[in-house]
Nanobody, 124 residues
């Protein structure tokens, strides 16, 4: 079955950096679009960024453009999120999500699977 396991979260000060990883198994990773979505305390799921199956097409929500970078290694079945210049408003549980197609989408409900999430806390 599909498994997505996130890691790399933690607590950082504003301006700090973190790198999240998502290990995928149970499906052909190189065929699937992938995304990172997040859920801040008391709020709904928010799409953050997505990447197509080949890694050549990436999209970001406006609030993270220029600060976050999504990437993938299809030889390792792993998705990454490099987060720089972190802000308190980035505090959330971050999930990787699998698209049913080779492309991502900004609509979180269209993703078929999510991992258990990893907590990111940005605070001074």
């Amino acid at each position: 079955q599909v498994q997505l396991v996130e890691s790399g979260g933690g607590s950082v000060q504003p301006g700090g950096s973190l790198r999240l990883s998502c290990a995928a198994s149970g499906f052909t990773f190189s065929f699937s679009g992938m995304a990172w979505v997040r859920q801040a305390p008391g709020k709904g799921l928010e799409w953050v960024t997505d990447i197509n199956s080949g890694g050549g097409s990436k999209f970001y929500t406006d609030s993270v453009k220029g600060r976050f970078t999504i990437s993938r290694d299809n030889t390792k079945n792993t998705l990454y999120l490099e987060m720089n210049s972190l802000k308190p408003e980035d505090t959330a549980v971050y999930y990787c999500a699998k698209s049913p197609t080779a492309w991502g989408t900004p609509y979180v409900n269209e993703y078929t699977h999510r991992g258990q999430g990893t907590q990111v806390t940005v605070s001074s």
